[in-house]
């Protein structure tokens, strides 16, 4: 063979080889960009997911997914520790995203890999050692109750809300704005006041930035019944819409 047939046949092998490079070079620029793109959007605009729970039945179904909108309360960049003030303060009634409380314990190679796992396994996986242990470690579905400046007290499975200000306490149907269903279970006989599940919480003072979040559904007491008031930087965003199955703005 003469050495004009020998680079040719190298060129000839070459090309589709640089064709292949390149086609892959091209598929990984598309995954990374779309990956920032959804993040992005996921972390200040809006965030997918599926309730797990029945703790806000009737209201939002165990089963529906929701959609949560970060850029109305603010975003918090975990790994640099950014918060990102949104344009309206969470009120009473509202529907919220609680965001886990040890987010910013994590080690930086979890929070910056992290999401690119729970992206590429459509959140079914995380690197977070403890994921679900606690209500510390998952994200949760709760209804503002208190805000801060308020006094919160539980009876009966109801909340007496006395706002800052004020020497009286007003029944939570009374002052909150929102519409909502409450799930009251029958008591238990023998059940002691002092357990959470007897619907019952010692009165709690609101400081600065803190709420009181709870479920619609009071026979789950997996809320500040069991872990106190919650941080403003712990409110993910409002969950404004749930669907599958139905359709309801909230």
Not at 167 to 188: A, F, G, M, T, W
Request: glycine content about 6%; cysteine-free; hydrophobic content about 40%.
């Amino acid at each position: 063979m003469s050495k004009r047939s020998k680079l040719l046949g190298s060129y000839s092998s070459f090309k589709p080889q640089n064709k292949f490079k390149t086609k892959i070079t091209k598929t990984i620029k598309i995954v990374i960009i779309f990956f920032l793109v959804y993040q992005f959007l996921s972390v200040f605009i809006v965030s997918s997911f599926i309730v797990k729970t029945s703790a806000m039945e009737p209201g939002i179904l165990k089963g529906q997914r929701i959609l949560s909108a970060p850029i109305i309360s603010g975003a918090t960049l975990n790994l640099f520790n950014i918060e990102i003030p949104g344009f309206k303060e969470p009120v009473r009634g509202d529907i919220i995203l609680v965001r886990p409380g040890n987010a910013d314990k994590l080690a930086w190679y979890i929070l910056l890999l992290d999401p690119v796992v729970r992206f590429f396994t459509l959140q079914k996986k995380s690197l977070d050692p403890n994921k679900g242990q606690n209500w510390n470690n998952q994200l949760s579905v709760k209804r503002i109750i208190g805000i801060p400046g308020d006094t919160v007290l539980m009876t009966d499975y109801k909340f007496l809300i006395k706002p800052k200000g004020q020497s009286r306490y007003i029944l939570e149907e009374k002052i909150i704005k929102k519409d909502y269903i409450i799930s009251i279970p029958d008591n238990v006989a023998g059940m002691k006041q002092s357990f959470p599940f007897s619907g019952t919480m010692t009165e709690i003072k609101l400081n600065k930035n803190q709420y009181i979040v709870a479920n619609d559904n009071r026979s789950i007491s997996y809320d500040s019944r069991i872990y106190g008031p919650i941080s403003g930087k712990n409110i993910l965003g409002p969950v404004f819409l749930s669907y599958m199955p139905g359709f309801s703005f909230k």
